[in-house]
């Protein structure tokens, strides 16, 4: 069981910079796969970024060279510096985390960011 919990979220205006954090219940230095992923209103989830041992980090195309995955092994933490934030951001953020590739995959609860002038 991992149990997984997002926090950062909060309302900026356009062009602002968030950084979101997934604290994990246990270490996460083993654990194969780590993703951020949103969900907008009438729209569904999509892959945000992922980091997954061993393979390249993986950005969504509408992220690609604002948005920056990193784990904090030592804080068991997740995270995800946002920059120049657009309202097409606004979006429920979860975590996931895929303990190996056959592993059920486990979500946080998710957290609001919203971006508005």
């Known amino acids: 069981q991992v149990q997984l919990v997002e926090s950062g979220g909060d309302s900026v205006q356009p062009g602002g910079s968030l950084r979101l954090s997934c604290a994990a219940s246990?270490?996460?230095?083993?654990?194969?796969?780590m993703a951020w992923y949103r969900q907008a209103p009438g729209k569904q989830r999509e892959l945000v970024a992922s980091i997954t041992n061993g393979r390249p980090t993986i950005y969504g195309d509408s992220v690609k060279g604002r948005f920056t995955i990193y784990r904090d092994n030592g804080k068991n933490t997740l995270h995800l510096q946002m920059n120049s934030l657009t309202p097409e951001d606004t979006a429920v953020y979860y975590c996931?985390?895929?303990?190996?590739?056959?592993?059920?995959?486990?979500w946080g609860q998710g957290t609001q960011v919203t971006v508005s002038s």
């Open positions: 996931n985390a895929k303990p190996n590739l056959w592993a059920t995959d486990y």
């Open positions: 246990g270490s996460i230095r083993s654990i194969w796969r």
